[in-house]
């Protein structure tokens, strides 16, 4: 069989990293690693290669072997850096994803903390947008966001576009659809985004607010872009998606389309199922560092104490990943959420600084009789840090 | 405010179910079932909802509240069933992932075992082939199938076609790209494609063999139609994709294509991080049944006991997720892999029976000095179930 004959691939020495945490004791755990450097490549016993580049180069190499210093002895942890040849990606975002992530995706214990992307591989992802771009399409400049969704699903698309008028009124930066509007009859796709836009349009017209709204694009892979377009020609200003259902692919080509020209807000979605430990994904990955990749320019996720179960250091460590510095990326906004309250403005601020859209949803709703008020309440306490 | 005047909705009053388990002490566990229905659909306070259809039928409904017999005193669990009106999907699939598991995938705790939907709902989904078409196109009646993958990564696509030669020649019955293999420059998805699919029909043609080619078509969003159209239109008999990378619905947009009208494998690259427990997803869920919904004629999951972690009890459940009774629905082949071994097979055989995909990739190498051989073995021995 011609494969076993040596290979030479002339590989360009370019590689790019991923860490792992690998929950088992140091013998073990070194073993794993060493079975990640083969799985996410070529998948095929070592010993049975053929020599040359691929035994070489292709298969994946263990850079660096750590012990988690906060470990307890009884539970002990490795932080494994692995090299990858850039080569094995081929310019596509989904085998980046397949290699980060693919098989090792099925080990127990092993779970995935973030990567390491030399500027060739950077180039064409992340956010066509990102913070100064959405802060000048609203109009302010240091201050923190505010957005809301329109629901509940139910009511008719021009209930929704009466809901989104009050909301532009009172100050409300972004208006999103809530991620479970579709195309339900009770308030189908085409209509809710014509009748919503326009909406928005008419009070900032009347106001000189700039009030953007974001309609919900997930829905059938075959009529991603069509969607996109629609709400596009309608008016909307930006992009609401999940791509724990679409796939972090789709969002990006929408992201990066630069006919399309919208600002992409990236709702977590069918994600969380993979945000354990000890395997699974951290979360300053997930929804920090991936969504930012992919085109996010802003990331929705659950902040600490709402409905859900991020602790304060996943929250904070997710908003890092969105900002910190990576070569010529733009850096995207953290949207924390999930039961968030008037009350809780302080302490969002507190936690993650000027450079965040606060996204509160029912919680607006609970605050006092009056929406409007709430809402320009809200804004107001805002617009003090402009 | 419009939206709190009450709404009708004319519902069907048709519903489908999902059935989440709950690791909490009892009424924690019940209150977290009451929060599902509400954040699966209306995401809004339920108390503030508008009266009529909204509040009494589109947020879901608590129909099965029971303990689990085998929990633990110390690890309470229960099982709630869930039931949401069909007009919440809306009619897309994508929708209906949402409704399933959208946000409360994020919740600690939830697992999603499984649903069962109305024959409304199942229109126009799961496999098109299933068990008896992928039978009638490689010409077996009753014996287990005969896969493999091939690789590695760096071999050239002229290196590829001769094995796939190779392996039709020696019997086997599908011939899978790894699922690494994507437009790498090592061997370009065209090159591959049409090379690998001539080879095996060349095979075919000069010993009768029905050996089937199936492509890895995962690959960017905008190019996944005209990769599985270039994949049909250089020969393939299937494709293999990573609804995990490309999102469910893309895999199923090309499973129900009639226009392509190829047997879909799905492999499940960078799904394992949402099979964890006490959250995320029951294997025989994500795997099987909405492996199945989602057109897969073949779902591709590690056995048990090879590289992987997955329980004996379930890969025993994936399989039968996939074949039992769902309606008109087709049932789906289970291929156990990762890591197989040629020894293995028997006790393969004794937990999927005969409606089952073997499928050994690297094993086969290791098996012996002689490739085709192995496979004209393996091939002989599973001949006898016929």
């Not at 913070?131 to 329109?150: E, W």
């Not at 009466?162 to 991620?179: P, R, S, T």
């Not at 977590?268 to 560092?289: D, N, V």
């Amino acid at each position: 069989v011609s494969r076993l004959e040596p290979v030479s691939l002339a590989l360009s020495g370019e590689r790019f990293t991923a860490t792992y945490a690998i929950a088992h004791e140091h013998d073990v755990a070194r073993q794993v690693a060493q079975a990640i450097c083969v799985e996410q490549t070529v998948e095929f016993p070592y010993e049975l290669l053929p020599a040359g580049d691929i035994a070489d180069g292709v298969v994946g190499c263990l850079e660096a072997f750590v012990a988690d210093a906060g470990a307890a002895a009884s539970q002990p942890c490795f932080h494994a850096t692995i090299s990858y040849a850039v080569e094995t990606v081929g310019e596509e975002f989904t085998q980046l994803q397949n290699v980060l992530f693919g098989n090792v995706s099925l080990f127990p214990n092993v779970r995935l903390e973030g990567f390491d992307l030399p500027a060739s591989l950077l180039a064409n992802l992340g956010p066509r947008f990102g913070v100064a771009g959405v802060r000048a399409i609203v109009g302010a400049q240091r201050r923190p966001l505010l957005a809301t969704a329109l629901k509940p699903l139910g009511l008719s698309a021009r209930s929704l576009s009466e809901l989104a008028a009050l909301f532009a009124g009172a100050g409300v930066d972004l208006i999103k659809d809530d991620h479970g509007l579709a195309n339900q009859r009770f308030a189908p796709f085409a209509e809710r985004v014509a009748r919503c836009a326009a909406a928005v349009q008419e009070v900032n017209a009347r106001t000189g607010g700039r009030a953007v709204y974001a309609p919900c694009v997930t829905g059938p892979a075959p009529e991603l872009a069509a969607r996109a377009q629609l709400a596009r020609d309608a008016g909307a200003g930006a992009l609401l998606i999940a791509p724990g259902v679409v796939g972090f692919d789709a969002m990006r080509a929408l992201a990066r389309d630069p006919a399309l020209g919208l600002p992409v807000l990236a709702h977590p979605a069918c994600l969380g199922g993979a945000l354990q430990r000890p395997g699974g994904m951290a979360h300053a990955f997930l929804l920090g560092q991936w969504m930012r990749l992919a085109g996010a320019d802003v990331s929705i996720f659950p902040h600490h104490g709402g409905r859900f179960s991020f602790s304060q250091e996943d929250c904070a460590a997710i908003a890092r990943a969105l900002g910190e510095h990576s070569g010529d990326m733009r850096p995207s906004l953290p949207a924390p959420a999930g039961g968030m309250t008037v009350e809780r403005v302080p302490e969002l601020l507190e936690t993650y600084g000027s450079d965040v859209i606060l996204l509160i949803g029912g919680g607006l709703f609970r605050a006092g009789p009056d929406l409007a008020e709430t809402c320009r309440r809200l804004r107001d306490a805002l617009g003090r840090y402009e």
